[in-house]
């Protein structure tokens, strides 16, 4: 991984810096472009979230006990997302 990584990063600047010259921001293909990768990495960012470390939360045999505490987790859930969501909102709108 440390070779992977001093190889592509090096590259990526390099790359980056030669497109750089002719990069148009409003041209079409660069919106989609950026669309694209970045609904890939949110999705990924979701993934991550909800499979790899929320999974095993909601896995504890308390939970299942307890309906109480199932209300409590999911409503928790909610409200983090909601807050993420306006977090999202509010870092968007600073750069238009």
Do not use: H, R
């Not at 991984?1 to 079409?28: C, D, H, R, W």
């Not at 990924?44 to 308390?62: G, N, S």
């Amino acid at each position: 991984m440390v070779l992977f990584f001093t190889v592509t990063t090096p590259s990526g600047i390099a790359i980056g810096m030669m497109i750089s010259k002719g990069y148009n921001e409003q041209s079409s293909t660069t919106l989609i472009v950026q669309g694209v990768l970045n609904s890939a990495s949110a999705g990924i960012l979701i993934y991550m979230a909800l499979v790899d470390l929320l999974v095993t939360d909601f896995m504890d045999p308390k939970l299942y006990t307890s309906f109480k505490l199932q209300i409590i987790v999911n409503v928790s859930l909610v409200l983090g997302a909601c807050c993420m969501s306006l977090l999202a909102k509010w870092g968007g709108t600073q750069f238009q």
